[in-house]
């Protein structure tokens, strides 16, 4: 795997439910803010349908809330929810025009989702199916990078709220993907990755019977350390870098 690209100073990640960014690429995004970098998130949902216990009523505060906690351990101070209903998000016009129009407001040059495939499996195919949310968001990612920058597409965001085209995004940078072209050194920032997920504790609490610190670092740890035979051997976050 190649380095990720560094010639850039805002990056917009954009995701399905609050703690995807956590699971994924957390460790990341702390070493890039620490070098002075701006990272906004924006999630479509408030993760609301993610707690059998607890109705989506009282679970969506509960979750945005434990969202921001964690993004700002890595120092992300701008988080967005696009309000679209968790677990049925769907691909289409509406979804895309809400993520060209965070692209338009915030001007990233790299824009960073998660897998969009089917599967979480390696790319014969075999794995976990992935879910219709990931799916959606990282595919509407994908194109919107291309519909923020043309001005006839989704014409009204000019009209309506004073957006113009932005078509600086230089990249799209898909994390959890099976088949990953680049990586970041994940070892400055894995202690605050770790952090910053355990700041999802009433999700992680019911998704567990382990100990919620040995089953984050375990995770965070064993993802990072698979990567690194491919990466000159440091532990790594990988992403599977689409240029533009």
């Given at each position: 795997?190649?380095?990720?690209?560094?010639?850039?100073?805002?990056?917009?990640?954009?995701?399905?439910?609050?703690?995807?960014?956590?699971?994924?690429?957390?460790?990341?995004?702390?070493?890039?803010?620490?070098?002075?970098?701006?990272?906004?998130?924006?999630?479509?949902?408030?993760?609301?349908?993610?707690?059998?216990?607890?109705?989506?009523?009282?679970?969506?505060?509960?979750?945005?809330?434990?969202?921001?906690?964690?993004?700002?351990?890595?120092?992300?101070?701008?988080?967005?929810?696009?309000?679209?209903?968790?677990?049925?998000?769907?691909?289409?016009?509406?979804?895309?025009?809400?993520?060209?129009?965070?692209?338009?407001?915030?001007?990233?040059?790299?824009?960073?989702?998660?897998?969009?495939?089917?599967?979480?499996?390696?790319?014969?195919?075999?794995?976990?199916?992935?879910?219709?949310?990931?799916?959606?968001?990282?595919?509407?990612?994908?194109?919107?990078?291309?519909?923020?920058?043309?001005?006839?597409?989704?014409?009204?965001?000019?009209?309506?709220?004073?957006?113009?085209?932005?078509?600086?995004?230089?990249?799209?940078?898909?994390?959890?993907?099976?088949?990953?072209?680049?990586?970041?050194?994940?070892?400055?920032?894995?202690?605050?990755?770790?952090?910053?997920?355990?700041?999802?504790?009433?999700y992680i609490e019911v998704l567990t019977d382990q100990d919620p610190e040995e089953y984050v670092r375990s995770f965070l740890t064993g993802n990072a350390e698979r990567n690194a035979a491919r990466f000159g051997g440091r532990p790594a976050v990988a992403f599977e870098v689409f240029p533009r």
């Amino acid at each position: 795997m190649q380095p990720m690209p560094t010639d850039w100073q805002r990056a917009l990640a954009v995701v399905a439910h609050p703690d995807d960014l956590e699971y994924g690429c957390a460790a990341a995004i702390a070493d890039w803010t620490d070098g002075g970098r701006e990272v906004v998130y924006v999630l479509a949902t408030r993760g609301e349908a993610g707690i059998d216990t607890v109705t989506p009523d009282e679970c969506a505060p509960l979750r945005e809330a434990e969202q921001r906690a964690s993004a700002a351990v890595v120092g992300v101070s701008t988080v967005e929810f696009l309000g679209h209903r968790d677990g049925v998000v769907e691909y289409g016009l509406g979804l895309r025009r809400d993520i060209a129009a965070a692209i338009r407001r915030h001007r990233p040059e790299l824009v960073i989702t998660l897998n969009h495939r089917d599967t979480w499996g390696g790319p014969d195919g075999g794995g976990y199916w992935n879910t219709p949310d990931h799916r959606a968001v990282g595919r509407a990612a994908l194109d919107a990078a291309a519909d923020a920058g043309n001005r006839w597409i989704f014409p009204e965001l000019i009209s309506e709220q004073g957006l113009e085209p932005w078509n600086g995004v230089r990249w799209v940078a898909v994390a959890g993907t099976a088949t990953p072209t680049h990586a970041a050194d994940a070892t400055p920032g894995l202690e605050r990755s770790v952090r910053s997920l355990m700041e999802h504790k009433a999700y992680i609490e019911v998704l567990t019977d382990q100990d919620p610190e040995e089953y984050v670092r375990s995770f965070l740890t064993g993802n990072a350390e698979r990567n690194a035979a491919r990466f000159g051997g440091r532990p790594a976050v990988a992403f599977e870098v689409f240029p533009r």
